[in-house]
């Protein structure tokens, strides 16, 4: 509880002070955590993300003391819960026990997977080094993310054509560049 303090914080807080939202969250996270881990343990912490930015937003709204906003809080956190259980009738899973799944091999190789994703990540870092700004934005939006010459241009604003010409020198740049790099083993 903030006690005596609680009409300063609330009003800070309506006020945009993010440490007195701070103050706010301190408060009550944690029962909100038990509220929700007690119904539903494995979605608690979600449930408890949606409730704060529904407090978020309605927060300038709320008039009341500190066993009101309690009440407020707890409110939405239950329409939340509520909401909650009706998505989830509506769209029922049946997990399958972690258990069962240890002797099933993914589709893909995990060590390669995580090899080549932090390969990836280190080449578009390269890159981005490596070129000034615009050629390095088209080069990753065409060959990092896989994108057409079109969508590219929409995205930087500029015409198709000057796309190209900016990834036809990026891409010589690059290869200059990388050529005289001497490869380290």
């Known amino acids: 509880m903030i006690g005596d303090e609680f009409a300063r914080v609330l009003a800070a807080a309506q006020d945009g002070d993010a440490r007195a939202f701070s103050s706010l969250y301190r408060d009550l996270n944690a029962p909100l955590l038990r509220y929700f881990g007690a119904h539903v343990p494995s979605e608690a912490e979600d449930l408890v993300a949606e409730t704060w930015l529904s407090v978020a937003r309605g927060l300038g709204s709320f008039r009341g003391d500190e066993a009101g906003f309690r009440g407020w809080v707890f409110t939405i956190a239950h329409r939340r819960l509520v909401q909650h259980w009706r998505d989830a009738a509506r769209h029922p899973t049946s997990p399958a026990a972690a258990e069962s799944l240890v002797d099933r091999p993914g589709p893909e190789d995990t060590a390669e997977t995580a090899v080549q994703a932090t390969l990836a990540g280190s080449a578009a870092r390269q890159i981005a080094a490596a070129l000034p700004k615009e050629q390095a934005d088209v080069v990753l939006l065409r060959v990092v993310a896989g994108l057409g010459v079109d969508q590219v241009a929409e995205i930087l604003g500029k015409r198709p054509g000057t796309v190209r010409v900016l990834q036809h020198k990026a891409l010589r740049r ?10 380290t083993q």
């Open 174 to 183: 690059l290869a200059a560049q990388f050529s005289r790099e001497k490869v």
